[in-house]
T-cell receptor, first 114, second 113 residues
Framework: GAVVSQHPSRVICKSGTSVKIECRSL??????MFWYRQFPKQSLMLMAT?????????EQGVEKDKFLINHASLTLSTLTVTSAHPEDSSFYIC??????????FGSGTRLTVV | QQQVKQSPQSLIVQKGGIPIINCAYE??????FPWYQQFPGKGPALLIA?????SEKKEGRFTISFNKSAKQFSLHIMDSQPGDSATYFC????????????FGSGTKLNVKP
Protein backbone atom coordinates (compact mmCIF):
# COMPACT_ATOMS: atom_id res chain seq x y z
CA GLY A 1 0.00 0.00 0.00
CA ALA A 2 0.89 3.65 -0.26
CA VAL A 3 3.34 4.82 2.39
CA VAL A 4 4.17 8.30 3.57
CA SER A 5 7.37 8.51 5.56
CA GLN A 6 7.92 11.38 7.96
CA HIS A 7 11.21 12.26 9.63
CA PRO A 8 12.17 12.86 12.35
CA SER A 9 9.60 11.26 14.62
CA ARG A 10 10.71 13.34 17.57
CA VAL A 11 12.79 16.49 17.83
CA ILE A 12 13.72 18.74 20.70
CA CYS A 13 15.15 22.13 19.87
CA LYS A 14 16.09 25.29 21.66
CA SER A 15 13.92 28.36 21.45
CA GLY A 16 14.95 30.57 18.54
CA THR A 17 16.32 27.81 16.36
CA SER A 18 14.74 26.33 13.22
CA VAL A 19 13.62 22.77 12.68
CA LYS A 20 13.02 20.97 9.40
CA ILE A 21 10.55 18.11 9.07
CA GLU A 22 10.56 15.90 5.98
CA CYS A 23 7.63 14.14 4.39
CA ARG A 24 8.26 11.59 1.66
CA SER A 25 5.91 9.53 -0.46
CA LEU A 26 7.74 6.22 -0.78
CA UNK A 27 5.94 4.38 -3.56
CA UNK A 28 3.91 7.01 -5.33
CA UNK A 29 4.26 10.53 -6.62
CA UNK A 30 2.48 13.32 -4.82
CA UNK A 31 2.06 16.66 -6.52
CA UNK A 32 0.21 17.79 -3.44
CA MET A 33 0.93 17.11 0.20
CA PHE A 34 -0.79 18.42 3.28
CA TRP A 35 0.60 19.53 6.61
CA TYR A 36 -1.43 19.25 9.79
CA ARG A 37 -0.89 20.26 13.36
CA GLN A 38 -2.43 18.39 16.26
CA PHE A 39 -2.57 19.60 19.83
CA PRO A 40 -2.90 17.08 22.66
CA LYS A 41 -6.28 15.38 22.72
CA GLN A 42 -7.49 17.48 19.82
CA SER A 43 -8.26 16.96 16.19
CA LEU A 44 -6.00 17.61 13.25
CA MET A 45 -5.84 21.15 11.98
CA LEU A 46 -4.86 21.69 8.36
CA MET A 47 -2.02 24.17 8.23
CA ALA A 48 -1.11 24.28 4.57
CA THR A 49 -1.23 22.54 1.24
CA UNK A 50 2.15 21.90 -0.33
CA UNK A 51 2.28 22.04 -4.12
CA UNK A 52 5.16 20.61 -6.12
CA UNK A 53 6.93 23.33 -8.03
CA UNK A 54 4.83 26.18 -6.72
CA UNK A 55 4.05 28.07 -3.57
CA UNK A 56 2.23 26.44 -0.70
CA UNK A 57 -1.30 27.45 0.16
CA UNK A 58 -1.70 28.35 3.82
CA GLU A 59 -4.86 28.17 5.88
CA GLN A 60 -6.16 31.29 7.51
CA GLY A 61 -4.25 32.18 10.63
CA VAL A 62 -1.13 30.19 9.78
CA GLU A 63 2.00 32.30 9.57
CA LYS A 64 3.75 31.75 6.26
CA ASP A 65 7.07 33.09 7.52
CA LYS A 66 6.93 30.89 10.60
CA PHE A 67 6.10 27.67 8.80
CA LEU A 68 8.09 27.47 5.57
CA ILE A 69 7.03 24.78 3.16
CA ASN A 70 9.06 23.52 0.23
CA HIS A 71 7.87 20.87 -2.19
CA ALA A 72 11.02 20.32 -4.20
CA SER A 73 10.10 17.06 -5.91
CA LEU A 74 7.17 14.76 -6.52
CA THR A 75 8.10 12.69 -3.48
CA LEU A 76 9.35 15.21 -0.93
CA SER A 77 7.83 18.08 0.98
CA THR A 78 9.51 19.81 3.90
CA LEU A 79 8.11 21.95 6.69
CA THR A 80 10.56 24.26 8.45
CA VAL A 81 9.49 25.80 11.72
CA THR A 82 11.56 28.96 11.88
CA SER A 83 12.65 30.71 15.06
CA ALA A 84 10.75 28.13 17.06
CA HIS A 85 9.19 29.03 20.38
CA PRO A 86 7.61 26.86 23.08
CA GLU A 87 4.12 27.59 21.73
CA ASP A 88 5.16 25.88 18.48
CA SER A 89 5.53 22.62 20.36
CA SER A 90 3.04 20.24 18.85
CA PHE A 91 2.53 17.10 16.81
CA TYR A 92 2.98 17.77 13.10
CA ILE A 93 1.62 15.32 10.55
CA CYS A 94 1.83 15.27 6.78
CA UNK A 95 -0.40 13.45 4.35
CA UNK A 96 -0.72 12.78 0.66
CA UNK A 97 -3.27 11.32 -1.70
CA UNK A 98 -1.86 8.27 -3.47
CA UNK A 99 -4.44 8.16 -6.22
CA UNK A 100 -6.65 5.58 -4.57
CA UNK A 101 -9.40 6.85 -2.34
CA UNK A 102 -8.32 8.19 0.99
CA UNK A 103 -5.36 10.05 2.30
CA UNK A 104 -2.24 8.39 3.64
CA PHE A 105 -0.73 10.01 6.69
CA GLY A 106 2.82 10.06 7.91
CA SER A 107 3.61 8.84 11.39
CA GLY A 108 3.95 12.37 12.70
CA THR A 109 6.70 14.45 14.29
CA ARG A 110 6.60 15.43 17.93
CA LEU A 111 8.27 18.83 18.21
CA THR A 112 9.27 20.11 21.62
CA VAL A 113 10.76 23.58 21.88
CA VAL A 114 12.59 24.26 25.13
CA GLN B 1 -17.83 26.76 12.19
CA GLN B 2 -17.04 23.09 12.57
CA GLN B 3 -17.84 21.29 9.35
CA VAL B 4 -18.02 17.83 10.88
CA LYS B 5 -19.36 17.26 14.38
CA GLN B 6 -18.37 14.07 16.19
CA SER B 7 -19.67 12.45 19.35
CA PRO B 8 -19.07 11.18 21.93
CA GLN B 9 -15.76 12.66 22.98
CA SER B 10 -14.83 9.49 24.82
CA LEU B 11 -16.25 6.01 25.10
CA ILE B 12 -15.59 3.04 27.37
CA VAL B 13 -16.84 -0.43 26.51
CA GLN B 14 -16.17 -3.95 27.68
CA LYS B 15 -14.41 -6.41 25.42
CA GLY B 16 -16.90 -7.82 22.94
CA GLY B 17 -19.12 -4.74 23.09
CA ILE B 18 -20.12 -2.66 20.08
CA PRO B 19 -18.99 0.96 20.42
CA ILE B 20 -20.77 3.40 18.13
CA ILE B 21 -19.31 6.75 17.13
CA ASN B 22 -21.45 9.31 15.39
CA CYS B 23 -20.72 12.15 13.02
CA ALA B 24 -22.87 14.80 11.41
CA TYR B 25 -22.17 17.23 8.62
CA GLU B 26 -23.84 20.19 6.97
CA UNK B 27 -22.23 20.58 3.58
CA UNK B 28 -24.20 18.50 1.09
CA UNK B 29 -21.31 18.74 -1.35
CA UNK B 30 -19.31 16.29 0.75
CA UNK B 31 -19.12 12.97 -1.07
CA UNK B 32 -16.42 11.04 0.70
CA PHE B 33 -16.52 10.05 4.37
CA PRO B 34 -13.56 8.18 5.86
CA TRP B 35 -12.82 7.06 9.37
CA TYR B 36 -9.31 7.15 10.76
CA GLN B 37 -7.79 5.35 13.71
CA GLN B 38 -4.96 6.98 15.61
CA PHE B 39 -2.77 5.46 18.29
CA PRO B 40 -0.80 7.74 20.66
CA GLY B 41 2.25 9.23 19.01
CA LYS B 42 1.29 7.98 15.56
CA GLY B 43 -0.34 9.47 12.51
CA PRO B 44 -3.94 8.56 11.64
CA ALA B 45 -4.49 5.41 9.62
CA LEU B 46 -7.41 4.97 7.24
CA LEU B 47 -9.84 2.44 8.66
CA ILE B 48 -12.81 2.46 6.34
CA ALA B 49 -14.56 4.94 4.09
CA UNK B 50 -17.92 5.34 2.42
CA UNK B 51 -19.46 7.33 -0.38
CA UNK B 52 -23.07 8.59 -0.18
CA UNK B 53 -24.38 6.21 -2.82
CA UNK B 54 -24.50 3.38 -0.27
CA SER B 55 -26.07 3.23 3.19
CA GLU B 56 -23.69 0.76 4.77
CA LYS B 57 -20.21 -0.60 4.30
CA LYS B 58 -18.48 -3.38 6.20
CA GLU B 59 -14.82 -4.21 6.40
CA GLY B 60 -14.02 -6.90 8.91
CA ARG B 61 -15.33 -5.84 12.30
CA PHE B 62 -15.82 -2.23 11.23
CA THR B 63 -19.08 -0.96 9.75
CA ILE B 64 -20.06 2.49 8.54
CA SER B 65 -23.74 3.38 8.49
CA PHE B 66 -24.65 6.35 6.33
CA ASN B 67 -27.87 8.36 6.40
CA LYS B 68 -27.78 10.83 3.54
CA SER B 69 -31.08 12.54 4.34
CA ALA B 70 -30.05 13.13 7.95
CA LYS B 71 -26.49 14.01 6.93
CA GLN B 72 -25.13 11.62 9.50
CA PHE B 73 -22.78 8.68 9.49
CA SER B 74 -21.52 6.39 12.19
CA LEU B 75 -18.84 3.83 12.89
CA HIS B 76 -19.67 0.54 14.59
CA ILE B 77 -16.97 -1.77 15.88
CA MET B 78 -18.19 -5.33 16.28
CA ASP B 79 -16.73 -7.62 18.93
CA SER B 80 -14.44 -4.85 20.15
CA GLN B 81 -11.04 -5.81 21.52
CA PRO B 82 -8.58 -4.03 23.83
CA GLY B 83 -6.35 -3.52 20.80
CA ASP B 84 -9.07 -1.32 19.31
CA SER B 85 -8.44 1.24 22.06
CA ALA B 86 -7.44 4.35 20.15
CA THR B 87 -8.77 7.70 19.04
CA TYR B 88 -11.11 7.62 16.09
CA PHE B 89 -11.70 10.51 13.73
CA CYS B 90 -14.41 10.87 11.15
CA UNK B 91 -13.79 13.13 8.21
CA UNK B 92 -15.43 14.47 5.11
CA UNK B 93 -14.27 15.87 1.83
CA UNK B 94 -15.36 16.73 -1.67
CA UNK B 95 -13.61 14.03 -3.60
CA UNK B 96 -13.10 15.89 -6.82
CA UNK B 97 -11.45 18.64 -4.81
CA UNK B 98 -9.07 17.09 -2.35
CA UNK B 99 -7.90 20.53 -1.31
CA UNK B 100 -10.02 20.39 1.82
CA UNK B 101 -10.38 17.55 4.25
CA UNK B 102 -12.46 18.20 7.36
CA PHE B 103 -11.93 16.16 10.52
CA GLY B 104 -14.29 15.58 13.41
CA SER B 105 -13.04 16.33 16.90
CA GLY B 106 -12.18 12.72 17.68
CA THR B 107 -13.45 10.00 20.01
CA LYS B 108 -11.16 8.30 22.46
CA LEU B 109 -12.21 4.68 22.75
CA ASN B 110 -11.16 2.47 25.65
CA VAL B 111 -12.02 -1.21 25.39
CA LYS B 112 -11.64 -2.88 28.74
CA PRO B 113 -10.53 -6.53 28.93
Amino acid sequence: GAVVSQHPSRVICKSGTSVKIECRSLDFQATTMFWYRQFPKQSLMLMATSNEGSKATYEQGVEKDKFLINHASLTLSTLTVTSAHPEDSSFYICSAHPGEYGYTFGSGTRLTVV
Amino acid sequence: QQQVKQSPQSLIVQKGGIPIINCAYENTAFDYFPWYQQFPGKGPALLIAIRPDVSEKKEGRFTISFNKSAKQFSLHIMDSQPGDSATYFCAASIEYNFNKFYFGSGTKLNVKP
